[in-house]
């Protein structure tokens, strides 16, 4: 897995790196990326899952291997988990979906 964050809070340079990814396309293939502060931003706050899945199918598209959902900042709860998954999940195959918890407030576990 190769970590390149690009943040789903909506900010514009997200959509300037989707824009990269076809001059590296080759490379991409081979490898799983990050989609961070999918569950909260600390500059924008809650993040809407589907602005998420946007970026998500299209780093899929483009034929990347798997992307990774990333709570990195630690403030996703299991409900917010579950809805987040179920968007995911009825659009995108399971196997191209891999989590990324960090354990900020004791919660990444509950969040599995």
Same mark, same amino acid.
Request: net charge negative; with cysteine; hydrophobic share 45%.
């Given at each position: 897995?190769?970590?390149? $964050?690009? %943040? #789903? *809070?909506?900010?514009? @340079?997200? @959509?300037? &790196? ?5 001059? +590296? ?5 081979? &490898?799983?990326?990050?989609? *961070?502060?999918? @569950?909260?931003?600390? !500059? %924008?706050? $809650?993040?809407p899952p589907e602005k998420s899945l946007a970026i998500a199918q299209e ?5 990347? !291997?798997?992307? *990774? ?14 809805? +987040?998954? $179920?968007? &995911?999940? *009825?659009?995108? $195959?399971? %196997?191209? +979906? #891999? ?14």
């Amino acid at each position: 897995m190769v970590t390149v $964050e690009a %943040e #789903a *809070s909506g900010r514009v @340079w997200v @959509w300037v &790196f989707i824009a990269v990814v076809p001059a +590296i396309d080759q490379k991409v293939r081979a &490898f799983g990326l990050n989609v *961070s502060t999918v @569950w909260g931003c600390p !500059y %924008e706050g $809650e993040v809407p899952p589907e602005k998420s899945l946007a970026i998500a199918q299209e780093l899929l598209a483009r034929g990347c !291997y798997q992307v *990774s959902l990333g709570d990195t900042i630690g403030v996703g709860t299991p409900l917010q988990t579950r809805r +987040i998954l $179920e968007l &995911f999940l *009825s659009q995108v $195959e399971s %196997e191209k +979906i #891999a989590l990324h918890l960090h354990d900020t407030r004791g919660t990444a576990l509950a969040n599995v």
